[in-house]
């Protein structure tokens, strides 16, 4: 299993950024995937979640109505679209399969700084 993210960046306040995370390795339609942010000295924050078939996503408060979860089957590709971000926003944003019950494999991460 192999989840390999890309698209971070520094970004300014109120600014737009699209991340991606290229799977291989299993097959993707299987699972639950996955956003999770980790910020400096602090825990990993769930972040959003789309469901195997991509027919539901959940999203937590904090970015809810700013960050869009999707999946591409064709490529096996995840994607989180943030629009409106926010200073606090700033983390390491790692794609995982799986789901609340379970995440068993994340990628290495892709750094986001929102920043003036």
């Known amino acids: 299993v192999q989840l390999v993210e890309s698209g971070g960046g520094l970004v300014q306040p109120g600014g737009s950024l699209r991340l991606s995370c290229a799977a291989s390795g299993f097959t993707f339609t299987d699972y639950d995937m996955t956003w999770v942010r980790q910020s400096p000295g602090k825990g990993p924050e769930w972040v959003s979640t789309?469901?195997?078939?991509?027919?539901?996503?959940w999203y937590a408060d904090s970015v809810k109505g700013r960050f869009t979860i999707s999946k591409d089957d064709a490529k096996n590709t995840l994607r989180l679209e943030m629009k409106s971000l926010k200073p606090e926003d700033t983390a390491l944003y790692y794609c995982?399969?799986?789901?609340?019950?379970?995440?068993?494999?994340w990628g290495q991460g892709t750094q986001i700084t929102v920043s003036s």
């Open positions: 789309i469901s195997n078939a991509g027919i539901s996503s």
């Open positions: 995982v399969r799986g789901d609340y019950r379970l995440y068993d494999y």
